[in-house]
């Protein structure tokens, strides 16, 4: 399962994007994105409020299906196969591909059926118990749940709830994990906790991540896209990827000055 | 005028204008809250002797008892002190039955279908405007159509089902209303929750929506069927006798309602008829009350906080 990270040549990628744009009705959100994300690895799209960060990783498990006039141009490859060809099944694409929220959102159910939901929409039903056990110990929070089971999830605190969400997603087995913006809902220790999860999760899957916060970006990931929005004809604006690179390399040595102003707190 | 007047000149005349404001209001409740105290004191007042047969208390204590029966579960009879509810309280609750079992898969059917699954185009549209329109038909017209549709139609005569199946459309647009309102109370991020884990449209909406939304679908329910007992004049059109001196027993036995039966009995010349029919309101405030009360149980205890 692991690679050694040694090239980018050398990594197994996941997602392959080429030329892809996400529309609502006439309005363009992000376009024109070509980029390739690699297994085992955490890559970060950072930028400021509406540049499509959060459109665009909702179009890598088909999430903006459920929006009624969203439209995906380009090809968005996962593992060889392009997730928007004809015969893809959105409902396998979302099981291989797990998605955790910007806002906690638990099922108004106990911890266990939050747990099993996910498992028994996927046949994935022998030993049950085991299955919840290990999802649990894997984000983290069986420890602190174990002996209540049976509460309601809505019951636990906000970090808690976030890495139940976690926990859930991560039972099903998918290859990969999205996370839109998980953490701006959390105080800085719920959050510190989630960033330990993740370097954690790194090992066994493939984290795309969504955040407001550079600080963030730069601690967790190891992959890093800038995002920014640009005014266009007709005075809206359509976000577009300006700079991907190692995050190291963004951090320190942005090729883009306009990346260099972002992360350097002069503008967004 | 010193110069912190402009601190000060302002707040009594404001108070007075709040305080002017606030005994509008508050005549305005106390006036809706005496009137139904008086009606509830007045009919409890003369029924009470006749419902628990105690009459040392009300009219009836004036006039020489021959061996009354009990309220509840007496037949219907041409004397007053004779005269009990049984089978109108035996038909309202069969009325009950049929109402719910027909209400709650069609109420809460079209509801989900309306706010989960139809496409957001003008036909869906012109439905829920409709649907809206006829929670405001006045009920005599759901009467009518209960005699044309169940009553010779549907060959049911004028029985028991005919008048809960009537009752039913009378209710079906504000059971339907309600059980949206309870969907889209359950906030989308459940759905997308759902979806994201790799289940289908309809597992993420019959195991994590509907059962979150079902508390909120049942109270509406609740309060569809007490408007549903309350009511007379649909019931009255469809043909539902007056004079029932049996308990119906099958869905398709002639029957009588409370309202119907109360109706009836205090058109009568003779003062006891007051009391007894009195003693039919109380019994039916009493459902009434009860039924609401459930209803806000029900909401109060599954609240949620999101």
């Known amino acids: 399962m692991k690679t050694e990270l040694t090239t980018k040549k050398e990594l197994d990628h996941v997602f392959t994007v080429r030329d892809v744009s996400v529309s609502?009705?006439?309005?363009?959100?992000?376009?024109?994105?070509?980029?390739?994300?690699f297994k085992n690895n955490i890559t970060a799209f950072i930028g400021p409020s509406g540049?499509?960060?959060?459109?665009?990783?909702?179009?890598?498990?088909?999430?903006?299906?459920?929006?009624?006039?969203?439209?995906?141009?380009?090809?968005?490859?996962?593992?060889?196969?392009?997730?928007?060809?004809?015969?893809?099944?959105?409902?396998?694409?979302?099981?291989?591909?797990?998605?955790?929220?910007?806002?906690?959102?638990?099922?108004?159910?106990?911890?266990?059926?939050?747990?099993?939901?996910?498992?028994?929409?996927?046949?994935?039903?022998?030993?049950?118990?085991?299955?919840?056990e290990k999802a649990l110990t894997q984000a983290a929070l069986w420890d602190e749940v174990k002996n209540d089971l049976d509460k309601n999830a809505l019951d636990l605190s906000g970090g808690q709830q976030q890495r139940l969400c976690i926990a859930r997603t991560i039972a099903v087995e998918?290859?990969?994990?999205?996370m839109d913006e998980p953490c701006s809902a959390l105080d800085p220790v719920a959050t510190k906790k989630i960033e330990d999860l993740m370097q954690i999760l790194v090992k066994d899957f493939s984290i795309l991540i969504v955040t407001h916060n550079m600080q963030q970006a730069s601690r967790v990931s190891n992959y890093c896209a800038f995002f920014t929005t640009k005014a266009t004809d007709d005075g809206r604006r359509t976000g577009e990827l300006v700079e991907y690179s190692d995050t190291k390399t963004m951090f320190t040595n942005p090729s883009e000055s306009l990346t260099e102003e972002y992360i350097s707190g002069r503008f967004g | 005028m010193n110069s912190n007047s402009v601190f000060t000149e302002t707040k009594k005349e404001r108070q007075l204008k709040e305080l002017a404001f606030l005994s509008i209001l508050y005549f305005c409740v106390t006036v809706a809250i005496v009137t139904l105290m008086t009606l509830i004191f007045d009919v409890i007042s003369t029924g009470y002797s006749r419902l628990f047969n105690?009459?040392?208390?009300?009219?009836?204590s004036k006039v020489t008892i021959d061996?009354?029966?009990?309220?509840?579960?007496?037949?219907?009879?041409?004397?007053?002190?004779?005269?009990?509810?049984?089978?109108?309280?035996?038909?309202?609750?069969?009325?009950?039955?049929?109402?719910?079992f027909a209400t709650f898969p069609l109420g809460a059917g079209a509801a989900i279908y309306l706010q989960e699954f139809a496409p957001k185009n003008k036909l869906t549209r012109f439905i829920e405007l409709n649907l809206t329109n006829l929670a405001g038909v006045p009920s005599v017209i759901y009467g009518l159509m209960g005699l044309a549709v169940f009553v010779r139609l549907a060959g049911f005569g004028r029985s028991v089902l005919s008048g809960g199946l009537t009752l039913t459309l009378l209710i079906l647009p504000v059971v339907i209303v309600a059980s949206r309102e309870a969907l889209k109370a359950v906030p989308d991020t459940i759905r997308q929750g759902a979806l994201a884990l790799g289940s289908t449209k309809f597992q993420a909406i019959f195991r994590q929506v509907v059962p979150s939304a079902i508390p909120g679908m049942v109270t509406g329910m609740v309060l569809g069927l007490s408007r549903a007992i309350g009511e007379t004049a649909p019931l009255i059109f469809m043909g539902a006798l007056t004079y029932v001196n049996y308990y119906p027993d099958t869905p398709l036995s002639g029957f009588t309602a409370i309202p119907i039966q109360v109706y009836n009995w205090i058109g009568y010349p003779q003062a006891e008829w007051k009391d007894t029919s009195s003693a039919g309101i109380i019994l039916l405030l009493g459902l009434l009350l009860s039924m609401n009360a459930l209803a806000l149980i029900i909401r109060n205890k599954f609240e949620k906080d999101w």
């Open chain 2, 54 to 60: 105690d009459y040392e208390l009300g009219l009836i």
């Open chain 2, 67 to 100: 061996n009354p029966r009990d309220f509840l579960t007496s037949l219907d009879s041409r004397d007053p002190l004779k005269a009990g509810i049984g089978p109108a309280f035996a038909g309202t609750v069969w009325l009950m039955i049929i109402v719910i």
């Open chain 1, 24 to 37: 609502y009705g006439d309005f363009t959100a992000v376009k024109n994105v070509s980029m390739d994300m």
């Open chain 1, 51 to 132: 540049c499509g960060k959060s459109t665009l990783i909702r179009s890598f498990n088909r999430m903006n299906d459920l929006i009624p006039n969203a439209a995906v141009n380009g090809e968005i490859n996962y593992q060889g196969i392009n997730l928007y060809d004809e015969e893809v099944d959105p409902v396998q694409v979302r099981r291989r591909i797990g998605m955790v929220f910007q806002k906690p959102n638990p099922f108004p159910k106990s911890i266990r059926e939050n747990i099993t939901f996910g498992l028994k929409v996927n046949n994935m039903t022998d030993n049950l118990d085991d299955r919840v």
């Open chain 1, 174 to 178: 998918p290859d990969t994990i999205l």
